[in-house]
C-alpha cells in the first residue's frame, strides 16, 4: 500500500491469478462503496478527478481492470463478458457485498453486465456516455466519432490518455472497440435490474443526438433517470468532473438533480424517477 498524499491509496490485489492494481479513497467511513469503472483501451487515472469529489461521499475504489494500466498484462485481450466477471471479482477481492459502478464508455456495458449477473451486489448503477449499438454502427462509422471526440475532448486529456493506449496497442483498441460498437447498450439499460443513472454530453458524437437521448428518458422505466450535460463530449468524467460529481451525488441522495452554477457545463435533467 502507497498513499500519494492526497487522500488516496495506490494498493494491489489478486484476481484469478492475477495482479490488479487499484486506487482507493481514505477518510469516510459508512455508505456503499463507489468503484469506478473505465473505459477501452485506457487506465482508471482519467476517472480520477470525478473519484476524487465524490470521495467525500463514501469510500471509492478506481481499479485498472485485467490487462490495462499498471495491472497485470494479459496474454490476450479479455472481451466485455470477461471483463464483467473480472470487476464482479474484484469486488469480491475488495470484500464488498454490495457497491455503486460508476463506469464511462466501455465501463457502462461492463456495469450492465454485472447488474445483470449479480443484480443483489450493485446497489445503484451510473453510465456515463453509455457508447454502442446501432448509432455507433458499422465500425467505420464508429472510428469516425471517436476522431470527431478526440478533438473535442480536453488537451489536458492528451498526457493522460495516450500511454494508456500506445500501452495497450492499437490492434488491441481496434477489437475492443468492435466489440463495443455491437454491445446493445440501450437495451440492457431500459431493462436494467436496478436503479441506474444514465448521464451524456450534448458534445459527444458517440452518443445519440439530445433528440434521441429524450425519447430513451420517455421509454425508460421508473428506476431509470437519464440527465444530459450541455457542453460536455465523451469523457465526461475527466472534463466536467464537478457537474458530475454533483449529478451522481444528487441522485444517490435522493435530491432533486439540477445544475450546479459553479462548475462547467449544464446538467439538464430529461426525467426524474422517485
Known amino acids: 500500500m502507497r498513499s500519494d498524499g492526497q487522500g488516496w491509496t495506490q494498493e494491489t490485489l489478486t484476481v484469478a491469478g492475477r495482479r490488479l492494481f487499484y486506487r482507493r479513497s481514505l477518510g469516510v467511513d459508512g455508505g456503499v462503496p463507489i468503484v469506478h469503472v473505465h473505459g477501452f483501451g485506457i487506465s482508471g487515472s482519467y476517472l480520477m478527478p470525478t473519484a476524487r469529489r465524490m470521495a467525500a461521499h463514501s469510500l471509492n475504489v478506481v481499479p485498472d481492470l485485467p490487462g490495462y494500466g499498471r495491472s497485470e498484462r494479459r496474454d490476450r485481450t479479455l472481451g466485455i463478458p470477461a471483463l464483467s466477471d473480472a470487476?464482479?471479482?474484484t469486488i469480491?477481492?475488495?470484500g464488498f457485498d454490495k457497491v455503486v459502478l460508476v463506469g464511462n464508455s466501455m465501463g457502462c456495458p461492463i456495469g450492465l453486465e454485472v447488474?445483470?449477473?449479480a443484480p443483489e451486489r450493485v446497489h445503484r448503477l451510473v453510465l456515463v456516455s453509455p457508447a454502442g449499438g446501432l448509432h455507433n454502427q458499422p465500425l467505420a462509422r464508429a472510428l469516425g466519432q471517436l476522431a470527431v471526440d478526440a478533438a473535442r475532448e480536453s488537451p489536458r486529456m492528451v498526457p493522460v490518455a495516450v500511454p494508456d493506449y500506445v500501452r495497450f496497442g492499437p490492434l488491441n483498441a481496434l477489437r475492443l472497440f468492435r466489440?463495443?460498437?455491437?454491445?446493445p447498450s440501450l437495451?440492457?439499460?431500459?431493462h436494467t435490474p436496478v436503479p441506474a443513472l444514465a448521464v451524456v454530453g450534448s458534445r459527444d458524437p458517440l452518443m445519440p443526438s439530445p433528440r434521441r437521448v429524450r425519447e430513451v428518458g420517455r421509454m425508460a422505466p421508473e428506476h431509470v433517470t437519464v440527465v444530459l450535460i450541455r457542453g460536455a463530449a465523451h469523457a465526461v468524467n475527466f472534463s466536467h468532473p464537478g457537474e458530475l460529481a454533483h449529478v451522481i451525488s444528487s441522485w444517490l441522495d435522493?435530491?432533486?438533480i439540477v445544475d450546479d452554477p459553479d462548475q462547467p457545463g449544464q446538467a439538464s435533467v430529461l426525467q426524474i424517477r422517485n
Open 115 to 117: 447488474a445483470h449477473l
Open 179 to 183: 466489440q463495443l460498437t455491437e454491445f
Open 254 to 256: 435522493g435530491r432533486e
Open 87 to 89: 470487476l464482479l471479482a
Open 187 to 190: 437495451e440492457r439499460l431500459l
Open 92 to 94: 469480491d477481492a475488495l
